[in-house]
């Protein structure tokens, strides 16, 4: 089985020590193989930020793959942005804006959707498109194939449909036919597992709420996913697993599962359930 840590919009700059600490406690618990970081490093691309997540980054004991978000570009010095846009970013996390992971059972490649001429819409280029596409064809039947990009790719409500990443239509009929299963993302801070529709193959957007930042959204406390994927002849099995930060016990309890069941084994649907209070 492989583990993955889900986490996204950590906002360094407006975190919360208590909710930091109980994600780090989680982490050494859950002992995750991967953590994927889905954008909004920081708050304001200030070198400071940058060096805060780089620390919180290393507590977690895990490989990581990282891409901006559209916080992580300066709003503000616009000669930086339009120079330089990356380069705090990269000082903390290296030059590499699209890393890709690849185990004998997960193939997880990531999008840079930010731009420096958009100030938090992101967007997906047909050159990137077809990146993608191209990495998800030389998956195996054995790996679980996600893509991470920062702004979703579907959305629930309607208040969130502006901030549809540019392009995902397209994006989502290629990497559905090139066989991906997940897509990965945040900027909304909306936790969510839905199923795409009308796509030539079953796909899922999974969205992260914000994991440790005070900009929590109405209803939607401090949460993180955990990925639970179990490849075998006949008992492949994906479970996507809501964690959030309950203040009472200072940690974060189970609170949703969704058991997803890619196309290539078995029939495309989720089934949701919802565990009450649960620790383990």
């Not at 994927?229 to 006949?234: T, V």
Request: aromatic residues 6%.
């Amino acid at each position: 089985m492989s583990v993955v840590l889900h986490l996204s919009d950590t906002h360094f700059g407006t975190e919360q020590a208590p909710v930091v600490e109980a994600l780090v406690a989680l982490t050494r618990q859950q002992q995750p193989d991967l953590v994927v970081l889905s954008g909004d490093v920081t708050q304001r691309a200030r070198p400071a930020q940058f060096e805060a997540a780089q620390a919180f980054m290393g507590r977690l004991g895990a490989p990581a793959l990282v891409i901006p978000g559209n916080h992580d570009l300066p709003l503000f010095d616009l000669w930086a942005r339009w120079r330089h846009p990356y380069a705090h970013y990269i000082a903390a996390f290296g030059a590499n804006l699209e890393p890709v992971h690849a185990s004998p059972d997960l193939l997880v490649v990531c999008v840079n959707t930010t731009r420096a001429a958009r100030h938090k819409n992101g967007e997906v280029s047909a050159a990137q498109i077809e990146h993608v596409a191209h990495t998800l064809a030389g998956a195996s039947a054995a790996q679980l194939r996600v893509v991470v990009v920062h702004q979703p790719v579907a959305v629930t409500r309607p208040e969130d449909v502006p901030n549809l990443l540019r392009g995902h239509a397209a994006a989502l009929q290629r990497w559905s036919a090139a066989g991906a299963d997940l897509v990965l993302g945040g900027h909304i801070h909306l936790p969510y597992v839905t199923a795409i529709p009308c796509l030539a193959r079953p796909v899922w957007a999974v969205q992260a709420g914000t994991a440790v930042s005070s900009r929590v959204r109405t209803g939607a406390p401090n949460s993180v996913n955990l990925l639970r994927w179990e490849a075998g002849s006949g008992q492949a099995r994906c479970r996507m697993e809501r964690w959030c930060f309950c203040s009472t016990v200072s940690a974060f309890v189970r609170t949703d599962v969704s058991d997803i069941q890619p196309a290539r084994c078995g029939a495309p649907a989720a089934s949701h359930r919802r565990p009450t209070n649960s620790h383990s």
